[in-house]
């Protein structure tokens, strides 16, 4: 279809493409009864579907579409008319300038928490507007929220709405499945708790500068957000970085209300305010600031940076994983036989079962880091390594059901190592929950990640770091070896 050729409905003059998703495509219009230019969607009809159920699939997009209309909040994207031609429905909206949070993440990087708070409660805002009227997004994800210039969000494409405790799209096409939430995966009812699942998983993204479930490809996306847990955050600070984590949780039901996220976002936007209104206003020039800093800085640091921003490091590839343990050294570590097994690429495990109940966990991850032009590989790897231990750092305590240590350091191992221990009570019990130490290595331009799990134990004890740290040294031998 030519945009500049086309006229929807007698009315709307289709001008240009502006994306395009699983649930349609939105182009840019002029309306040409009021002489305004207008967002149109453009919905997608699943091409498998029968004449009969390609007029059901068109009757259900129309009601659900006028059923979002009806919504009012300064941050929501108002739907003003549904087309149908043919089969086919089309969503005329009003059309926002500015650029789309994905946007702003790929083109400057992780957001500050205060920003990403505020962004939050914004979306937030409108989330509660749809549930309060018996509807639910389904598709809150950062290419679905807008910024404008004064770093304001508004949500968008409430045009796949649905009606609450719906099974939402019964045809597959809406929808992101990074960003869904594990029981709209599984073809459960939608509630509130979905989105608020899936508005986690966005400002995940927004703080950390990547998708909390990141995977080469849909069917192992949908796997990680069905069986794993994310990374945890490390950028997003205690308060912000534990929110997300209860909002990511499988179970809706342990999931924070929306008055509880409402509270935490508050008080986390709420923090040094005259820098965090700054932020709100002007984060995107970070990057310039940055740049203008690094020019105007010492020669000395120049002259490093000049000299040695071309070194690769000791590691041109990652090594595998699963060859930096013998099966014998983890079987050492876990008290019991195990075998090595690839879980993904860069990750190997090996897992200590009691019958068919997984009792212990031992996780190796390895990646490089490459020169970026005015850095070196070993220098990028020790900027990585100190913002992940800032970050971490600034986890520790106590948010919903998990405590978090301090971050410790661990000498003579590697270039520098530094371990941390978290315990997390299960959903269904305050008595017992699983204990992960976790140890993080570098060497030159290689990181190392070692994790040491305990399930359905009380608490997370001294020995679990001994062990961890015990991998650690046995990977960093073997790394050197």
């Known amino acids: 279809m030519q945009g500049d050729t086309y006229l929807l409905a007698r009315r709307y003059h289709l001008l240009e493409r502006l994306g395009e998703g699983g649930a ?28 009969g159920q390609r ?31 043919g089969d086919q429905p089309w969503i005329i909206m009003d059309l926002v300038d500015g650029r789309s949070l994905e946007q702003a993440i790929r ?56 009606t609450m405790g719906g099974r939402g799209d019964h045809y597959g096409s809406a929808g992101s499945p990074g960003y869904m939430a594990p029981e709209r995966l599984n073809d459960e009812p939608s509630g ?51 929110l997300l984590r209860a909002m990511l949780a499988k179970d809706p039901a342990a999931r924070p209300t929306a008055g509880q996220v409402r509270q935490t976002l508050e008080h986390v936007a709420s923090g040094r305010a005259g820098a965090a209104s700054g932020w709100r206003r ?19 640091w120049y002259g490093w940076t000049a000299l040695n921003r071309g070194e690769p490091g000791r590691y041109a590839t990652a090594p595998d994983p699963c060859r930096l343990l013998t099966d014998a050294q983890a079987k050492e570590v876990l008290g019991g036989a195990t075998r090595a097994e690839r879980s993904r690429e860069g990750e190997c495990q090996w897992l200590l079962r009691l019958g068919s109940q997984m009792k212990g966990k031992l996780t190796v991850r390895v990646w490089t880091e490459r020169p970026d032009g005015s850095r070196g590989g070993p220098e990028v790897a020790a900027r990585r390594f100190g913002l992940e231990r800032t970050g971490r750092q600034a986890a520790a305590g106590s948010v919903f059901r998990e405590q978090v240590g301090e971050v410790r350091d661990v000498p003579g191992v590697g270039e520098a190592a530094f371990a941390q221990t978290r315990f997390e009570y299960y959903v ?50 073997a790394l050197r070896g």
């Not at 002007?282 to 010492?298: D, T």
């Open 282 to 300: 002007a984060w995107w020039l970070v990057p310039v600031l940055v740049a203008a800093v690094v020019l105007l800085g010492a020669g000395g």
């Open 55 to 85: 007029a059901r699939f068109a009757d259900r997009a129309i009601h659900e579409a006028r059923t979002a209309g009806r919504l009012r909040d300064p941050a929501i994207v108002m739907i003003h008319d549904v087309v149908l031609e």
């Open 24 to 51: 349609g495509t939105v182009w840019r219009a002029r309306d040409t009864v009021l002489n305004r230019e207008v967002a149109v969607k453009q919905v997608r009809v699943p091409p498998q579907l029968t004449p």
């Open 107 to 162: 083109e400057y990087g992780p957001l500050p928490p205060q920003s990403v708070a505020r962004i939050g409660l914004s979306v937030l805002s409108a989330l509660q507007v749809a549930h309060s009227h018996g509807m639910v997004h389904q598709d809150v994800k950062p290419g679905n929220i807008l910024l404008d210039a004064d770093g304001s969000a508004m949500l968008t494409d409430f045009g796949i709405a649905v």
């Open 192 to 242: 509130p708790a979905s989105d608020l699942w899936s508005l986690g998983a966005s400002l995940y993204t927004a703080v950390e500068g990547r998708p909390p479930f990141e995977r080469p490809n849909p069917a192992a996306l949908a796997a990680a957000v069905l069986l794993h847990d994310p990374p945890p955050p490390v950028r997003a600070g205690r308060e912000l970085g534990g």
């Open 428 to 477: 269904t019990s305050r008595s017992s929950g699983r204990a992960d130490t976790t140890v993080l290595l570098r060497d030159s331009n290689l990181i190392a990640e070692v994790v040491w799990r305990r399930e359905d134990v009380t608490a997370a004890l001294a020995a679990d770091e001994k062990n961890a740290v015990t991998a650690t040294a046995m990977v960093s031998g």
